[in-house]
């Protein structure tokens, strides 16, 4: 196997028998990166020279969990001194003075940073096709779309440019890019990971999370990013968990729960088929599995679309022109600089998202809107809270078809329908996992969605974990 | 027959809270630093970035809402005003929307037509905004240059409700608001620095309706006597207007101090739809009954009690009592010399007086000048036993102000004791009696205000320092009998 392959844990394993130096893990991943980065295009900027920096400080953090791993950040991630772009035209010149908490914890535990990963505009978009510089390519076929809007993130794992990513995911930005580049992608109980640093596009849903080679890995990389942080005051207090004592073969007497109204929505067939096999699967190992009821998620898509672009007009109103990004030159008064700068600034499915949330929030339309979608909201949660009652998860499938072509969908309604299993996730708040669980006849991947309760993770871990094992194909590489 | 109309005036009054930190970040607040010194990435708005509510803030909020007579929330929450302006970094300021943290209050206000109690709808937190620097207006100064040291300073707004009928109450409103905002000691309420800020809503209605007229909202009135010249000229204007039968129309209005009147800023067109939604990123306040305890043993006795206290329990005219009352330093002071002195009434004479007198030409607060209370108590007791009269205790006070001496060791360095010891005056008073004999006649002949002159020449002689009560008596015992 090649170096850029290898997992977390086997690059530490082979690090602590002295098999492998963080130098040559740095330099076999920069060495990939040069191989196939023309095709894939993960990376908004490599940062070879922070990895090199963060390289040397190994002696330092030898006994921390990432040292010597080489890890890829989403660009809306914010990195001291580093381009912070989030894809969008707006941001292309800005580099921020501080770094986002999930930054310096990956410091602290001596990660080598190899890169800030492309991504749609904003995190608006569900194939990366929305960023503002270029596409993105699967690397299972590169005519396709790696998912989004951690599609660089998913891409760079997937193609072996970074040993494992932070996503981020406010409908599903990281389970689905994950399901359609065959790794691990977990998006955690809100609150669980620090958003401070985290360039905002709708702060009730917005989570960071790992995508990975496997479920070990996230289980690591969670050990590293979750926790308190008093500079987020949405995160939760508490204890924090070690993950990794979830890595567990074991799934008898785990009650899952199969959500008809999920699983009778229209959808590639091939999909729900490797889903279910899976299930059954589990269900072979022990797992007691049983049909569930759940409000329709078209429900949750609805209030989705109403919230989080509510939220994102507000977030995104800062970008102005006055402080820092692009600032459009045209301009005869400052309304004229506010405008015409947003007018430059902006792709459009970000403007559309803005207009439809400045509309949700208006005067005479915030009850009809902002207000009714937030009572969807908690009754799709009290829905989720009744299911958890009896069952430890629900599974569904992480998107409803393998990766799309790009350029395939040009109807943003078409593409909103892409997130409809994601999206009653972040609504309710809970943590889920997209893990690989086959591959559809054109040898495109696929990904299953294990939901869990609130602070559910270690159960969707072992159940992933236990799933893996089960159908062995985690080690299978997409080819460049 | 023409109609009477009656004046209708809320005040809308933002006060900047005196905590050291910022209300979402740890950034100093301190005024007069250089441009965008107290700023870092979270009061700067920068992507990504978070805010964090610093407890202090709240209780000062709280401290404010139950001086104010408020019930507080047990649960309240942040929400966002979304606006765009180059002074706001993040585009939408941190306010209160439906849940404040004060609602529900009253207080007490006194003008010379009488005593009323004005309603406090409700007091709410949020950050200030930056500051922009540019030639006259901002759609025509080539540049603007933004300074966000204030940016994320703390707010408390107070709204009231519209129970003023002139702009003498709203005056004395704002002045209440003002002493109690002082003795909590939360607020600089330095109108001129902006940290005291009034918006007033007028309107006129026929006297006897119930309904309100249209209103127009009155900004810019940057003194206390603008507020009150602002209202004037606003309620003259519609007044004014009604009376030629035309309409008022409901708009932004701005009080130019220069031109002495006020003028129209924008329609109700033109008015702002901020998009109030509830902040994503600040979990719900939660106050419980602890902690609002904690608070009101915060509070000291507030201006209106101890104005009170002072004419019913020491006696002071109603005059003494506002003057002492109106500064906090002021009545702390008056406070702290009773402790050791028991004359109110004496007291105060000589506040009001000297004290007040020399405080005003140095412009010192009452504990900038050498003068400390205990020294003060020790004079007075120094006059009550004869040891200076009165006239010399105003050279020794104006010394003591002067110097920060204690008054015996002026008295002492100064040679300037009372003499009282009739043995050594006799020389003096006989030598008096000598050298003015026309008034010795006088006296003789009964003109007791002759004695008057007398004992103004021993004064005289002795520089102010003998007993004038002693020499009087002496007098008359040598001339009458
Ligand atoms: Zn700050």
């Not at chain 1, 989705?304 to 045209?330: C, F, H, K, M």
């Not at chain 1, 040898?443 to 939901?451: A, D, K, S, Y």
Request: net charge negative; proline share 4%.
């Amino acid at each position: 196997m090649n170096i850029y392959d290898l997992t977390i844990h086997e690059l530490k394993e082979k690090i602590a028998a002295g098999e492998l130096t963080p130098a040559e893990i740095k330099k076999a991943y920069a060495d990939r990166i040069n191989e196939v980065e023309d095709r894939v295009k993960s990376y908004v900027t490599v940062t070879d020279e922070l990895a090199e920096q963060d390289l040397a400080e190994y002696e330092n953090k030898k006994e921390a969990l990432l040292a010597g791993i080489p890890i890829a950040v989403k660009d809306n991630m914010s990195t001291d001194g580093i381009k912070t772009s989030c894809g969008s035209k707006m941001l292309e010149n800005y580099n921020p003075p501080y770094n986002a908490t999930v930054v310096e914890k990956l410091n602290a535990a001596g990660a080598v940073i190899m890169g800030k990963t492309n991504m749609d505009e904003f995190a608006m978009g569900s194939s990366t096709e929305n960023s503002a510089f270029f596409d993105t390519h699967n690397p299972w076929n590169l005519n396709h779309a790696p998912g989004g809007s951690s599609g660089g993130s998913a891409a760079a794992v997937a193609a072996g440019e970074c040993a494992a990513a932070l996503g981020s995911d406010t409908g599903g930005s990281i389970r689905q890019p994950a399901s359609y580049c065959g790794v691990v992608g977990l998006k955690p109980t809100y609150g669980m990971v620090s958003r401070y640093g985290l360039v905002a596009f709708a702060s009730s849903l917005d989570q960071i999370g790992p995508i990975t080679k496997d479920v070990e890995d996230s289980a690591i990389l969670m050990n590293v990013i979750a926790g308190h942080d008093p500079k987020d005051s949405t995160s939760i207090a508490g204890q924090k968990e070690d993950y990794t004592k979830y890595l567990k073969e074991d799934v008898s007497g785990m009650k899952i729960g199969i959500p008809e109204e999920y699983f009778n929505l229209e959808f590639d067939e091939e999909v729900k088929a490797s889903v279910l096999a899976a299930v059954e699967k589990l269900k072979e190992a022990g797992a007691e599995v049983e049909t569930v009821h759940m409000t329709d998620a078209s429900y949750a898509l609805a209030a989705y679309y109403v919230i989080a672009p509510a939220e994102a007009s507000s977030n995104l109103a800062r970008y102005d022109g006055v402080r820092y990004g692009l600032r459009s030159e045209q301009a005869a008064d400052v309304s004229e600089m506010f405008t015409n700068t947003r007018h430059e600034g902006f792709g459009d499915e970000v403007k559309r998202r803005i207009m439809i949330g400045t509309y949700a929030l208006s005067s005479g339309y915030y009850d009809a809107y902002y207000l009714k979608a937030q009572k969807v909201r908690t009754l799709i949660k009290d829905d989720f809270d009744r299911i958890f009652n009896d069952f430890d998860l629900i599974i569904t499938p992480t998107a409803p078809s393998t990766a799309i072509e790009l350029g395939s969908k040009s109807d943003p309604l078409e593409m909103y329908h892409t997130d409809i299993f994601t999206v009653p996730i972040n609504i309710a708040g809970v943590p889920a996992m997209s893990v690989p669980c086959g591959f559809d006849s054109s040898e495109m991947p696929i990904g299953l969605q294990l939901i869990g309760p609130h602070f559910g993770e270690g159960k969707i871990i072992q159940a992933a974990y236990t799933l893996e094992k089960l159908l062995n194909i985690n080690e299978k590489r997409a080819e460049l | 027959m023409t109609t009477k109309y009656e004046t209708v005036i809320g005040l809308e009054v933002h006060v900047q809270l005196n905590t050291e930190s910022k209300i979402f970040c740890g950034c100093s607040t301190e005024f007069g630093k250089e441009p965008n010194e107290n700023t870092c990435p979270v009061c700067l708005g920068l992507p990504g970035t978070l805010p964090v509510l610093n407890k202090k803030v709240v209780d000062y909020a709280i401290m404010a809402g139950l001086a104010l007579n408020c019930d507080i929330a047990e649960y309240s929450k942040f929400d966002r005003k979304n606006y765009f302006y180059p002074d706001l970094p993040k585009a939408y300021q941190i306010s209160q929307f439906d849940l404040p943290v004060a609602e529900n209050g009253e207080i007490e206000i006194e003008t010379e037509a009488g005593i009323f109690n004005i309603g406090v709808t409700r007091v709410h937190l949020e950050e200030d905004a930056g500051k922009l620097i540019h030639e006259g207006s901002i759609d025509k100064s080539k540049g603007s240059l933004v300074d966000y040291n204030r940016t994320g300073v703390p707010l408390i707004e107070i709204v009231s409700e519209p129970d003023m009928r002139t702009p003498a109450q709203a005056k004395a409103y704002l002045t209440e608001l003002k002493m109690i905002m002082e003795y909590l000691d939360i607020s600089d309420c330095n109108m001129e620095e902006g940290s005291l800020r009034c918006d007033a809503n007028v309107s006129l209605r026929p006297v006897g309706q119930e309904e309100f007229g249209i209103k127009a909202e009155l900004k810019n009135m940057n003194s206390f006597s603008a507020v009150e010249k602002g209202l004037e000229y606003e309620v003259k204007r519609q007044q004014g207007l009604l009376d030629e039968g035309k309409k008022v129309v409901q708009e932004t209005r701005t009080w130019d101090e220069s031109l002495n009147k006020t003028i129209s800023m924008r329609g109700k067109e033109e008015a702002h739809d901020y998009r109030y939604f509830p902040e994503p990123d600040l979990v719900p306040l939660e106050i419980d009954a602890a902690w609002k305890e904690e608070m009101r043993k915060e509070i000291p006795e507030l201006p209106r009690e101890k104005y009170k206290r002072f004419i019913f329990e020491l006696g002071l005219p109603e005059y003494d009592a506002g003057v002492l009352t109106g500064d906090k330093d002021l009545s702390v002071f008056f406070e702290e010399v009773l402790s050791d002195y028991d004359d109110p009434k004496n007291l105060s004479n000589w506040m009001m007086g000297e004290f007040l007198r020399l405080l005003n030409e140095n412009s010192h607060s009452p504990f900038e000048s050498g003068v400390s209370p205990i020294n003060l108590a020790k004079m007075l007791k120094m006059i009550d036993q004869d040891i200076i009269s009165g006239k010399i205790a105003k050279e020794v006070f104006e010394k003591m102000y002067n110097s920060g001496k204690d008054p015996e060791t002026i008295v002492e360095e100064e040679g300037l004791k009372q003499i009282s010891d009739q043995d050594e005056l006799d020389n003096i008073v006989d030598a008096i009696i000598e050298d003015n004999p026309e008034a010795v006649e006088d006296v003789e002949n009964g003109k007791e205000r002759a004695i008057g002159f007398l004992v103004g020449q021993v004064m005289k002689e002795t520089r102010g320092k003998a007993n004038p009560g002693l020499v009087n008596q002496m007098l008359r015992d040598k001339l009458m009998n």
